[in-house]
């Protein structure tokens, strides 16, 4: 089945810092692949929607320029929280599909904690 | 805008009795994918379900099952012969046919007692 990596799983950084985090799809390339936040027990909240070689789609509300999202490769996608501050530790998902309509299948990586101190 | 509704926060189910997990939802898509999501304490997020909607027939995995009801907009989950390790956070979320942005709800959280 199709599986999705993400890395790290934990990370916590000092405030004014930048993280990274990488999402792969393993066996299968991703059209697209999106990045979520997820708050604690609360539900996921969309981010923002990559494309392979092209410039991300932001939600309503999220910083383009705090949330940086690259997707260089069709197996690859990466977050970096730039200049992070303690409000922006929380869990975020990706997932990876792909492509649209059909057998679409949506994977999910398993989530990266961060925590800014 | 796609909109997903889950009522109930938190239920509770006794190991192999049954349990059903409410949700609605609003699209003005005509054609669109719905879901069913488990996440566990570990946080990993794992299909449970999916229903197209262009299909009348409900969506049936081992012990979980949906009812689906396309007019009045709900998307119900039926767990069957509930066990100890069906404990976890259930989402529903939906996707418009021609795009793969998954909504999610609010989720519910559910508790298999022995």
């Known amino acids: 089945g199709a599986v999705v990596s993400q890395h790290p799983s934990r990370v916590i950084c000092k405030s004014g810092t930048s993280v990274k985090i990488e999402c792969r799809s393993l066996d299968f390339q991703a059209t697209t692949m999106f990045w979520y936040r997820q708050f604690p027990k609360q539900s996921l909240m969309l981010m923002a929607t990559s494309n392979e070689g092209s410039k991300a789609t932001y939600e309503q509300g999220v910083e383009k320029d705090k949330f940086l999202i690259n997707h260089a490769s069709l197996t690859l996608s990466t977050l970096t929280v730039t200049s992070a501050h303690p409000e922006d530790s929380s869990f975020y998902i990706c997932s990876a599909s792909p492509g649209t309509g059909g057998e679409s299948r949506y994977t999910f990586g398993s989530g990266t904690r961060l925590t800014v101190v | 805008a796609q909109t997903v509704t889950q009522s109930q926060p938190e239920m509770s189910v006794q190991e192999a009795e049954t349990v059903t997990l409410s949700c609605t939802y609003d699209?003005?898509?005509?054609?669109?994918?719905l879901f069913w999501y488990k996440q566990p304490p570990s946080r990993q997020m794992i299909l449970v379900i999916r229903?197209?909607?262009?299909?009348?027939q409900n969506a049936t995995e081992n012990r979980f099952s949906v009812n689906f009801q396309k007019a009045a907009k709900s998307f119900s989950l039926k767990i069957s012969d509930s066990q100890l390790g069906d404990t976890a956070m259930y989402f529903c979320?939906?996707?418009?046919?021609?795009?793969?942005?998954?909504?999610f709800g609010t989720g519910t959280r559910l508790q298999v007692f022995p």
């Open positions: 229903q197209e909607a262009y299909k009348q």
């Open positions: 979320a939906s996707a418009p046919y021609n795009t793969d942005k998954l909504i």
């Open positions: 699209t003005s898509e005509n054609n669109y994918y």
